[in-house]
Each structure stands twice: as structure tokens, then as C-alpha cells.
């Protein structure tokens, strides 16, 4: 079994869609969760950190849900610079490293 | 705003030879990572570095791979023989306080593209 799961996607929407995003991981011990996004050919960039009680940051709200250990990103108001690969990670303090979804490809269209 | 950076952008090489990639993490930052991430593919863990020592290492990161920190503030990954499969993006990444709630966040420079022939 993967470690961290996500749907590859793509997801096709319209701007001003909203648009949701799952993940779920598969190592309990895992501490931390993160969404990154990584545009083609580019760094992953961090998106948000994701915590217990859920969190928002403008158009974009993460969820987590440890009992069920799935991870989800919501999206409101798409724009065509929403357009990327959004990878879901899970951080584990005990080896000190990330490891990282497969990621969901979103392409947003006019 | 204070970034990740490395070089070279793009690093060609061949097959057998040794290649060196350079990073520079933020500045405050005492954790240092590398991931590799083949075309096509998901971000991998290479080796995570603290305190001048290798802190976690993959089953990727064999006797092939080493890290350095030569100095006050580059971070080297290097590839003694390399071979065609170790073509792909390699990114360095760095973070302030691992285990530490938002201080987990690690930060990514724009990768090297190492191309094995």
C-alpha cells in the first residue's frame, strides 16, 4: 500500500469552481501534513500546513481528519493560476523526512 | 524573502562520471534535505543532514551518494559514478526545526535537472 494516496486526476473545472482534493496516508506515526503545489517542471512550493482542528488561508481550506487519516484541500474560486499538481505530504518526526503523494493534477479553464 | 537556491540548473553528464550539486539553504535553517524526483514521478526522500551528520538516508541513497556542508553555507550532494537512472530533478530543501509544529515546513530550491547519457 502507498504510503501517502492521492487521485492523480486531472481534475477539469471551470473558474469560480470550487474543486476538493483527498488524500489519505497510510503511517499512523505521522505527525505533520502539509499541501504543496508544483507547477511543471518546477520546486514544490508550500501551500499550506494542515492542521488538526482544520485551517483556512483565503480561497484554500485543509481538513484532517487523524482517526480516519485522510487529508483534504478545498478550493474556492478557482483561478487559471490555481492550475498546478497538488501534492499531499506527510511529515514523520522519526526519520526526519516528507514523503510525498503522487499529487492531483488540476487544470482550471476560462 | 529568503529562498533555497542551487546550481546548476541543469547538469549534463555521462554515465560513469562524477557530478557534484550545490545548494544553499535559507540561512537560519539547520536541517537540510535532498529528494530526487524522476520525470513522471512522485518526490522521493534521498537524506536528511543535521548538525554536520547524515540524520536519515533511503534505501535510494546508496554508497554512490554522499553530502557535504563544506562551509558555512553550501550544502553538496554528490554522485560518485553516475548511472543513467539517476537522471531526474533533485531538489535540496532545508527547515528550521523539524518536530516543532510549523517549524516542519520545509522550503525548496528550483532543483537540478541531472541529465545521465
Known amino acids: 500500500r502507498k504510503e501517502v494516496e492521492q487521485d492523480p486526476g486531472p481534475f477539469n473545472v471551470p473558474e469560480g469552481a470550487t474543486v476538493a482534493f483527498n488524500c489519505t496516508y497510510s503511517n499512523s506515526a505521522s505527525q505533520s501534513f502539509f499541501w504543496y503545489r508544483q507547477d511543471c517542471r518546477k520546486e514544490p512550493k508550500l501551500l499550506m500546513s494542515v492542521y488538526s482542528s482544520g485551517n483556512e488561508d483565503g480561497r484554500f481550506t485543509a481538513q484532517l481528519n487523524r482517526a480516519s487519516q485522510y487529508i483534504s484541500l478545498l478550493i474556492r474560486d478557482s483561478k487559471l493560476s490555481d492550475s498546478a499538481t497538488y501534492l499531499c505530504?506527510?511529515?514523520?518526526?522519526?526519520?526526519?523526512?516528507?514523503?510525498f503523494g503522487g499529487g492531483t493534477r488540476l487544470m482550471v479553464k476560462p | 524573502e529568503p529562498e533555497v537556491t542551487q546550481t546548476p540548473s541543469h547538469q549534463v553528464t555521462q554515465m560513469g562520471q562524477e557530478v557534484i550539486l550545490r545548494c544553499v539553504p535559507i540561512s537560519n535553517h539547520l536541517y537540510f534535505y535532498w529528494y530526487r524526483q524522476i520525470l513522471g514521478q512522485k518526490v522521493e526522500f534521498l537524506v536528511s543532514f543535521y548538525n554536520n551528520e547524515i540524520s536519515e538516508k533511503s534505501e535510494i541513497f546508496d554508497d554512490q551518494f554522499s553530502v557535504e556542508r563544506p562551509d558555512g553555507s553550501n550544502f553538496t550532494l554528490k554522485i560518485r559514478s553516475t548511472k543513467l537512472e539517476d537522471s531526474a530533478m533533485y531538489f535540496c530543501?532545508?527547515?528550521?526545526?523539524?518536530?516543532?509544529?510549523?517549524?516542519?515546513?520545509?522550503?525548496f530550491g528550483p532543483g537540478t535537472r541531472l541529465t545521465v547519457t
Open positions: 505530504v506527510a511529515y514523520n518526526n522519526a526519520g526526519n523526512m516528507l514523503t
Open positions: 530543501a532545508s527547515s528550521e526545526q523539524p518536530g516543532q509544529g510549523m517549524l516542519d515546513e520545509q522550503y
